[in-house]
């Protein structure tokens, strides 16, 4: 409690944020609400802080005032929904009785030439406005077919033997009578026969060959060389695998050696087995050497074709 002369270091609680606030304060200083105001004795005068029945100084009653609360704003109650009011029934609308059917005519009926006559009446006084044609001049349609016929007798006797003779007015000539077989020889069928002409036949070709053919030039990746010699004492040729970039790529080297006679003499060299050098028999003459390296791939290469000679001393 204090009066009105009291000091105002007293303190006052904000009933929105629970923050003491001076006794002479209207508005808390942390939240800006409105403080309630003290209430005070009717009959000496005096304000209490808090809230009591009676008053300390002179025992009078003192009223309770309501703490003003700040006003809710509340939300509008929703409108009813109105159901949509049933359209009133159409009024009956009043039908017209039918109308009574024609009285049947009992008279005879027309005929509908007589009906048509009746509703057209000036039909048959009406004259006719077609227009007549004038006559054909039959002097024309006579010269007419005359002409036609010409020139179709003109195409038939001049045209026609003209397209079956080739372009020329002369008539096709006659197909050759056939002589009878009984008719006498002419004198040329009685002359010498001539005689036989004669059959050259030419030499066989041998089943060898002594020239060269030419070389294949092998990828430089796949190289490999030969050296060939025939010693001049006993004819024995000497076929030499040299190496090469493609050592580790040819399988076998086949070799043939042809002699004059058409004889034939063979052998193979294989590298990849130690097998580098092979000797084969020659002759006193002049041999024809070969050499096809076969690689791994399935390629074959001529890479040696030449003649080798025997020198007599």
């Given at each position: 409690m204090e009066n009105s002369s009291s000091s105002p270091g007293a303190l006052r609680t904000c009933p929105s944020c629970n923050s003491p606030v001076e006794a002479g304060h209207k508005f808390c200083e942390i939240c800006g609400a409105k403080m309630p105001e003290l209430p005070v004795c009717g009959k000496c005068g005096a304000q209490f802080i808090a809230p009591v029945k009676f008053c300390e100084l002179?025992?009078?009653p003192v009223a309770a005032q309501e703490t003003p609360r700040p006003a809710v704003a509340k939300k509008p109650a929703p409108e009813p929904v109105r159901k949509p009011e049933p359209e009133p029934a159409p009024e009956p609308v009043a039908r017209k009785p039918a109308p009574a059917p024609a009285p049947v005519s009992t008279a005879p009926e027309k005929p509908v030439f007589d009906l048509i006559k009746d509703t057209l009446p000036e039909y048959e006084s009406t004259p006719s406005k077609t227009p007549v044609k004038p006559p054909m001049n039959k002097a024309l349609i006579i010269g007419g077919?005359?002409?036609l016929l010409v020139i179709i007798?003109?195409?038939?006797?001049?045209g026609l033997p003209m397209i079956r003779g080739g372009g020329t007015?002369?008539?096709a000539p006659q197909p050759a009578a056939i002589l009878p077989a009984t008719m006498p020889p002419t004198p040329a069928a009685t002359q010498a026969p001539a005689a036989p002409a004669l059959k050259v036949t030419p030499?066989?070709?041998?089943?060898?060959?002594?020239?060269?053919?030419?070389?294949?030039?092998?990828?430089?990746?796949?190289?490999?060389f030969f050296d060939v010699q025939k010693d001049q004492v006993n004819a024995k040729i000497t076929i030499l695998f040299q190496s090469g970039p493609g050592i580790n790529l040819i399988s076998t080297g086949d070799v043939k050696v042809t002699h004059p006679d058409g004889s034939v003499?063979?052998?193979t060299l294989k590298p990849s087995q130690g097998v580098t050098e092979i000797v084969l028999a020659g002759s006193k003459g002049t041999d024809r050497v070969e050499v096809i390296a076969k690689m791994y791939n399935g390629q074959s290469y001529r890479v040696?074709?030449?003649?080798?000679?025997?020198?007599t001393m």
């Open positions: 002179c025992g009078t077919i005359v002409v007798a003109a195409v038939y006797f001049v007015g002369a008539p030499p066989p070709t041998p089943a060898y060959s002594l020239v060269p053919e030419p070389t294949q030039i092998m990828p430089k990746s796949q190289e490999v003499v063979t052998g040696k074709d030449e003649l080798l000679t025997f020198k």
